[in-house]
């Protein structure tokens, strides 16, 4: 698969994953068929059970921008 780390997996993953284990798929046989981990099968259904979500949440950089402040004056010049 595509996937780098720091990256989260696609919603048609994560449904298709949560699919075959809902439809009775051991989750040991679901991580391997799906090339994840097992511990994030069980995080997902636990995400599921308790905040009813499946999609990725945003993730947050903690860092800003480092040329936020000159944006506008770059723009000048590169126009």
Do not use: N
Not at 8 to 33: C, E, F, N, W
Not at 50 to 68: C, H, I, Y
């Amino acid at each position: 698969m595509g996937w780098r780390r720091g990256q989260a997996y696609s919603d048609d993953l994560r449904h298709r994953v949560l699919a075959a284990i809902d439809d009775g798929m051991p989750a040991y046989q679901t991580a391997k068929v799906f090339e994840v981990s097992v511990s994030y099968i069980y995080k997902a259904l636990e995400r599921r059970r308790t905040a009813g979500e499946v999609s990725a949440r945003p993730q947050r950089s903690q860092f800003g921008r480092k040329l936020a402040p000159f944006q506008d004056a770059l723009r000048v010049k590169l126009s």
